[in-house]
T-cell receptor, first 109, second 112 residues
Framework: GIQVEQSPPDLILQEGANSTLRCNFS?????LQWFHQNPWGQLINLFY???GTKQNGRLSATTVATERYSLLYISSSQTTDSGVYFC???????????FGQGTRLTINP | DADVTQTPRNRITKTGKRIMLECSQT?????MYWYRQDPGLGLRLIYY???????NKGEISDGYSVSRQAQAKFSLSLESAIPNQTALYFC???????????FGSGTRLTVV
């Protein structure tokens, strides 16, 4: 069936490390977004990236639509980067945003 | 003021009670959504509305109802709350089908 799969489910790193989070999706998409859910539960929109590459400070994202995956890179991690990162897509022909199950990132000092 | 405002932020209610979660937005978007998040899971869609007269069920609508009072307001009701409806609830809006999704800060609901 139609799916959004994220890996790894959990990631524990030391402050200063780099990380790569992956999102695989099962069909063509019109929209792909990366969100960060902070420890207070708030969802922060990081990137709107149905294709190509974008960068915002220490964060960057790349979506290869033809191969149906997206990557979120976090460089020089800080403790404030901790939380759950969600990938969400709108599949072509669909009408709503579908979420993956998230990657829980823990950055230790 | 936030673009998408949810009230209340936290609520504890008893089994069998009726409860309403409210959402208002200043984005001017026609599309509004209610999602539910359970621990360790992603968000799942409960209901969505493309305008005041267009309301649709999502993947987990059983036990919930909604009301779109105006373009800016979309309420979610639990007619008779049960413990497994304990979750974090999010309201969202979008500019169109594909773009501009904005989420509220969430309502943490506990049913005891």
């Amino acid at each position: 069936g139609i799916q959004v799969e994220q890996s790894p489910p959990d990631l524990i790193l030391q402050e200063g490390a780099n990380s790569t989070l992956r999102c695989n999706f099962s069909d063509s998409v019109n929209n792909l977004q990366w969100f960060h859910q902070n420890p207070w539960g708030q969802l922060i929109n990081l990137f709107y990236i149905p294709s190509g590459t974008k960068q915002n400070g220490r964060l960057s994202a790349t979506t290869v639509a033809t191969e149906r995956y997206s990557l979120l890179y976090i460089s020089s991690s800080q403790t404030t980067d901790s939380g759950v990162y969600f990938c969400a897509v709108v599949f072509t022909g669909a009408q709503k945003l579908v979420f993956g199950q998230g990657t829980r990132l823990t950055i230790n000092p | 003021d936030a673009d998408v405002t949810q009230t209340p932020r936290n609520r504890i209610t008893k089994t069998g009670k009726r409860i309403m979660l409210e959402c208002s937005q200043t984005k001017g978007h026609d599309r509004m959504y209610w999602y539910r998040q359970d621990p360790g899971l992603g968000l799942r869609l409960i209901y969505y509305s493309f305008d005041v007269k267009d309301i649709n069920k999502g993947e987990i609508s059983d036990g919930y109802s909604v009301s779109r009072q105006a373009q800016a307001k979309f309420s979610l009701s639990l007619e008779s709350a049960i413990p497994n409806q304990t979750a974090l609830y999010f309201c969202a809006t979008s500019e169109n089908r594909d773009y501009g999704y904005t989420f509220g800060s969430g309502t943490r609901l506990t049913v005891v």
